[in-house]
């Protein structure tokens, strides 16, 4: 199946980032064996059915706008360069489904949710300048490939499988009834009780009834205990001379009156609690508060994961990408030595792109000594972030 009617179907983001890689595996085999495409293109390129791709197509053909490089459609010769040019407008309409045209946008803002690192990737590919395009696609297909583990959905099947067991505990809603069943009998004796015990109380209480002098004795005491007991307290503090002769002994009793009176004299003395406000006042917490953070917001400190690529060949120019984190404009890239000097090494220049990323372009004559030598970042203090190796072949 030709891409051009891959790309018309359906497919899910592991499969795009899946083709995606073995694109770029593809064209970096082919860059080995010293080969280039006259015109990449989709209808140039056959997809097969386990997503390998076979770029042989386009060894014919001319450089169509869009996918053709700007230097190719200017009548340059193909290059290296060129392909991954193209290749790089293929993984962008594979991501988002639509050609990226003449001037493709960036794709961090055109497609946010993708990664800042893959998407930098595919747009470093689509750079109008060769130089700054990266000399191999390794770097994309190791992107590409550890984007399909975070896309890849397997999580539903063992969801499915969990939900399988439930129809084992069909038989416990059978089971329900039966115990529901069983344990009405108690209750309903229990009604039954209770119903006697209230026919057998209210038939007692009939009987006594019969009794005019029982029930006026019972209701009598009730209201004298209740009623006097609460109000004298409070009575004789306000107005004990105005009750008969009998309440004399209970003004007795009242004489420990005088104690509320003496705890209300301490209650209001607590109460002037103004005096720890006047003291929160005077304190300036507010200004003292605002002369604490003159400046201190840390600053994430610039940290090297990664190159791409690996090792360089010489004499000639080649575009290396700095991964890492923290990584500032003001940095400056520097060779140091490993076991060798780093002679005939020079940084053309380099190019912030985000501060997971920092783009160099060396130039390498025929003086470099092929051995491992170390590449960091230095700033304007004179500090090296961590290096990594970079290794120079013939």
Known sequence: ????????????????????ERLAQALNAVHDRGETFASIAPA?????SDLKVDLSPAARGRPEPGYGAPERLE????STAADIY?????????LLGRPAGQTPKPLSEVAPELSSELANSVMGCLERSPEWRPKDLTYLAQLAAAQQKAVQPPEPTPKAERAAPPPRTSATPRAAPRRASRSHLPLFLAAVLLIAAAASSYLWLHRQGADPGASARTVAPTPVPVAPAQPDPGATATAPPAT???P?????DAKPAPAPAA??????EPEPTPVPPSTLAPTPTPGAATPQPVNEAPVEPASLSALSPLSVRRPGKVLVDIRGTGLRSNQRVRILPLKETPRGITVIRQKWTSPNLVTVLLDLDASVTPATYAIALEDANGELTKPLQLHVTK
């Open 75 to 78: 009548g340059g010769p193909p």
């Open 44 to 48: 140039r390129v056959e997809v097969g």
């Open 86 to 94: 193209s290749v790089g407008s293929l993984c962008w309409e594979i």
């Open 1 to 20: 199946m030709r891409l051009d009617a891959w790309l018309k179907q359906p497919h899910s983001p592991a499969e795009r980032l899946r083709l995606i």
């Open 248 to 252: 004399a002994p209970t003004v007795t």
């Open 263 to 268: 705890l209300a004299a301490p209650t209001a």
């Open 244 to 246: 008969a002769p009998t």
